[in-house]
């Protein structure tokens, strides 16, 4: 069964630091690759995501990740956080395996810039 | 863009009640719709897959019979929590797929908090 490792679970930042949230899958076949961002209080939104094509994606608000496929990682970078970006993230991978249709979630990573 | 309304955001049930979360969606057609538990500090966790007019498809160590879910439209799906425990408190969040607006692409709820006491 396909699962999916997020090695930081709490991450504190100054604004204007850079971030990178590390996000691993267990998985062999074809994958496509999300990243959600959940705000206090409020609903997931997705943040990016990878089907095909260049492995580096650009996502809302700043964010990109990069697809290894050798490492079996999707990593979010953002280069300069804001105060707003405080949130919780995850990182969430389907297989083909599944048909494409269930969404395994990693177990999040609590981010807080501070002002 | 797609919208997902949940409803009751908060409930607090006695134990040994039942409760029932109600997942729309406000204008798209959802085919299929997944439920997911996340507990503190913890993934989302899926529970089930329902699909419209069909029964649900329950993940391993989900018991169907406490946490029973009906799609019985492209617009609504509920799950009810039968004869609820303590240990059934969490945070419960719906998601539905939406092929028109965004192909593959899942819309969450924004979640129910349940507390059983």
């Known amino acids: 069964a396909q699962s999916v490792s997020q090695h930081n679970h709490h991450v504190i930042l100054s604004e204007a630091a850079s971030l990178e949230l590390g996000c691993n899958y267990s998985y062999g076949g074809t994958v496509n690759l999300f990243w959600y961002v959940q705000y206090p209080g409020q609903h997931l939104q997705l943040l990016l995501k990878y089907f095909s094509g260049d492995p580096l994606v650009k996502g809302i608000k700043g964010f990109e990740a990069e697809f290894i496929k050798s490492k079996f990682s999707f990593n979010l970078r953002k280069p300069s956080v804001q105060w707003s970006d405080t949130a919780e993230y995850f990182c969430a991978v389907r297989a083909s395996n599944t048909g494409f249709q269930k969404l395994v979630f990693g177990t999040g990573t609590r981010l807080l810039v501070s002002p | 863009g797609a919208v997902v309304s949940q409803h009751p955001s908060r409930v607090i049930c006695k134990s040994g009640t039942s409760v029932k979360i109600e997942c729309r969606s406000l204008?798209?057609?959802?085919?299929?719709m997944f439920w997911y538990r996340q507990f503190p500090k913890k993934s989302l966790m899926l529970m089930a897959t329902?699909?419209?007019?069909?029964?649900?498809?329950?993940e391993q160590g989900v018991e169907k019979d406490k946490f029973l879910i009906n799609h019985a439209s492209l617009t609504l799906s509920t799950l009810t929590v039968t004869s609820a425990h303590p240990e059934d408190s969490s945070f419960y969040i719906c998601?539905?797929?939406?092929?028109?607006?965004?192909?593959?692409?899942?819309?969450f709820g924004s979640g129910t908090r349940l507390t059983v006491v």
């Open positions: 204008d798209f057609q959802a085919t299929t």
């Open positions: 998601s539905a797929r939406d092929r028109v607006v965004e192909p593959y692409g899942y819309t």
């Open positions: 329902s699909n419209e007019g069909s029964k649900a498809t329950y």
